[in-house]
């Protein structure tokens, strides 16, 4: 056969194979590309049963590309195969000028192309502070943290004040695998017991679904690529020294040698078992005291870096005990 001739696409046979599926490594054309990247995500979602009919599904959105891609798929899903759902698009607004106010507009625009309500909260109305006043405050060093423990918040309060039964997120493969590091490389076994799971948070009111656990982000990309989606692509002004950006360039570099690796860390996430005397020792799952919210402390860590904030302390030692305040 003559190598000059166009490949044709290794599931239909009969379109020209314009793409090679970093998942699989097979050479495939666009519409196979759409048919099975969707047909996996709904395998997934059917598989681990994620939702029941007539749930309210709070569709988390950033306008980066995964929350754009999932939003497309949720509604694309939702349609063809009548899951029965009602989706709402919520946001969290940090308060970081030049990044997050941008980024709105392009949730705005994807609220408008698919007539889902769109709901924003904000940290400045949740907690009396942007994430700009908080790195004045403490600086770039562990503002990663306030961030991350204030959006988690934010999110669940703003699924509770639309009625959501479920908040479904971008999280990706590559992203599970990130937390699987993660995890290992902080010993954290309270959270590597859990990172792995597809749902969490089934313990309290308002369970958080992973649709794309087994996607892979360069798919994500692509497929956002392909749809001539509109997203917002822009890095966190804030997060260039997370401590999550080495376990993701360390991942990268082994998904270039062996492209599997990603799904391979979180079949090994999955499978770790956790001796019954280790679990013995980690904390309970409770509320705060003071604002209700599930906590593995008498008071949860948002409170606690809001107080340190608003008491103008807010230099903490990051570890999970209780009271650790300086």
């Keep these: ?20 599926r970093p998942k699989t490594g097979e050479m ?64 969290v607004d940090e308060g970081i000028t030049g990044y997050r106010d941008d980024s709105l507009e392009t949730v705005k625009k994807n609220q408008q192309d698919y007539q889902i309500p769109l709901k924003i909260v904000s940290y400045q109305e949740l907690y009396g502070w942007t994430m700009d006043a908080i790195v004045k405050q403490i600086g770039l060093k562990n503002n990663c943290t306030f961030c991350g423990v204030f959006r988690r918040q934010a999110l669940d ?37 859990r990172c792995t799971a597809i749902t969490t948070g089934t313990e309290d009111s308002l369970p958080r679904c992973k649709p794309f656990k087994y996607t892979y982000e360069k798919e994500i990309v692509m497929y956002a690529y392909f749809k001539k989606l509109v997203y917002f692509s822009t890095e966190c002004i804030y997060s260039p020294n997370a401590y999550r950006g080495y376990a993701r ?38 509320t705060c005291s003071r604002c209700g919210y ?29 009271g650790q305040v300086v």
């Design 1 to 20: 056969l003559d190598e000059r001739m166009p490949k044709l696409c290794g599931l239909c046979n009969t379109e020209r194979a314009i793409l090679k």
């Design 28 to 91: 495939i054309c666009k519409e196979c590309f759409y048919r099975v990247f969707e047909t996996e995500i709904h395998e997934t979602i059917v598989g681990e049963k994620l939702f029941r009919r007539g749930d309210k599904i709070a569709i988390a959105a950033s306008g980066g590309k995964d929350s754009t891609v999932l939003a497309e798929i949720m509604n694309v899903l939702n349609k063809r195969y009548d899951y029965g759902l009602e989706l709402f698009l919520l946001s």
């Design 157 to 193: 309060r703003g699924a509770m004040l639309l009625g959501a039964d479920k908040i479904v997120t971008g999280h990706n493969a590559d992203d599970i695998a990130e937390t699987v590091l993660l995890n290992l490389l902080r010993g954290d076994i309270s959270r590597l017991s």
């Design 249 to 286: 360039n360390f991942l990268k570099d082994l998904e270039s040698i062996r492209p599997s690796c990603i799904i391979d860390i979180i079949r090994s996430g999955e499978s770790m078992v956790i001796k019954e005397s280790t679990k013995a020792k980690l904390p309970e799952q409770r």
């Design 294 to 322: 599930i906590s593995s402390n008498s008071i949860c860590k948002a409170c606690v870096l809001l107080d340190t904030l608003n008491r103008g302390k807010p230099k903490i030692i990051l570890e999970e005990e209780e």
